[in-house]
């Protein structure tokens, strides 16, 4: 322990896998505090724990941080196992995660997509044509859980107006930073976890990153959460209902048995902080991992190119992009009076094509030129 807390420039997991390496072993017991800390480095046995002893092993430990970022273990994500941990894991598995629900905020998701695409769009054709790809994946992640959280992009309007890129304002920038800030410190190192008697000195700087991150979730997010449950309240003494737009009012609309509001202030804060922060990491990491592979190897770059040319099926003409779905017509009227090709006479038969372009290329109508001719000029 004392090897730790000198040497802090070494992450505690560098030096729990060099110890590992030097002493040639795949699981070891490390004694921090009062607590035996168990590490293992072998697919085999983490099988033991993960499926073998997972009930024994379900809940998570209890820290500083987890228990400021789920207000108390109000939550299910970063709740020890137990009654609370049940009822909010229950809410999240049949409310949140329902495929009725999922299916009904699809749109939502595609919102954000095409949103993204834009904005990637608009900066390739600008001055600037580099794309940082962290920015972007980041950011679409956290616009489409605060989409289907809050139904909202920005979290003001003011802040919407004052971004640059489209993608984040001043608010959303600040919001993505205490997420992954949230995510790199709920269960880092900290000397106070196993020794409690520590708690309150700050003597590796955790306690106030963990304070300044949930300032920054409380001031954006609660105002809303407030509003939503003063409106559910309204609604529920005129016995009255209101549609599920989002996720939030899937939380402030629940009941139990008695007709009360099934979940306190305090939980719904846990679980809109929890379903944040849990869906923004691992989705920008792959896609940026993923990109960084590509680039490095041009051959599957050219494939995964290729597939999405099958897929989105754009096409050129005349050197122009022509996208799926697209009407092309080919006027007959135009044809005719195009003055570079008119002595070649009218004899040709010209014929009308109408097509829809898509996967396949269909012939709605053909007919001969001096035939349409006959039947009216002025025909458009």
């Not at 092993?57 to 009654?83: C, D, K, N, Q």
């Not at 992009?321 to 040709?348: A, M």
Request: aromatic fraction near 8%; charged fraction near 25%; hydrophobic fraction near 40%.
């Amino acid at each position: 322990m004392h090897q730790l807390i000198w040497n802090k420039q070494t992450a505690v997991f560098r030096w729990i896998h060099r110890l590992l390496k030097e002493l040639g072993t795949d699981i070891l017991c490390l004694r921090f505090g009062s607590v035996n800390v168990i590490v293992v480095a072998c697919p085999e046995i983490a099988l033991e724990v993960a499926r073998k002893n997972d009930a024994v092993f379900v809940s998570r430990p209890t820290t500083f941080a987890s228990e400021t970022f789920s207000f108390g273990y109000m939550g299910s994500i970063l709740t020890p196992a137990g009654e609370q941990w049940k009822k909010m894991r229950r809410v999240i598995s049949t409310e949140i995660l329902s495929p009725a629900l999922l299916n009904q905020l699809h749109h939502l998701r595609e919102e954000e997509i095409d949103h993204m695409v834009m904005c990637i769009y608009n900066t390739c054709n600008s001055n600037n044509t580099i794309v940082n790809v962290r920015h972007v994946v980041q950011h679409l992640c956290c616009n489409m859980i605060r989409k289907l959280m809050f139904s909202k992009r920005y979290f003001s309007e003011r802040s919407a107006a004052l971004s640059a890129d489209g993608l984040a304002g001043p608010d959303e920038e600040e919001h993505v930073a205490a997420l992954f800030t949230l995510l790199s410190h709920v269960y880092s190192f900290s000397i106070s976890d196993y020794f409690p008697s520590l708690v309150g000195l700050n003597l590796d700087g955790h306690e106030k990153v963990a304070k300044r991150v949930m300032r920054t979730l409380n001031r954006l997010h609660d105002p809303i959460i407030e509003e939503r449950m003063q409106e559910s309240s309204i609604l529920q003494k005129g016995d009255q209902r209101r549609g599920i737009r989002d996720f939030l009012d899937v939380l402030v609309s629940l009941e139990d048995v008695k007709g009360q509001p099934l979940l306190s202030f305090q939980e719904i804060r846990a679980t809109t902080a929890e379903i944040m922060f849990a869906t923004i990491d691992n989705p920008s990491n792959v896609v940026e991992w993923a990109l960084a592979e590509m680039i490095n190897k041009p051959e599957v770059m050219k494939k995964a190119i290729d597939e999405l040319d099958k897929v989105v099926a754009d096409t050129t003409i005349a050197s122009y992009t022509v996208t799926k779905g697209s009407h092309v017509l080919i006027s007959r009227i135009g044809l005719g009076r195009n003055t570079e090709h008119r002595e070649k006479g009218l004899s040709r038969h010209i014929t009308w094509y109408v097509y829809y372009y898509d996967t396949i290329r269909t012939t709605i109508t053909g007919i001969y030129l001096d035939e349409a001719s006959k039947r009216g000029q002025n025909q458009p």
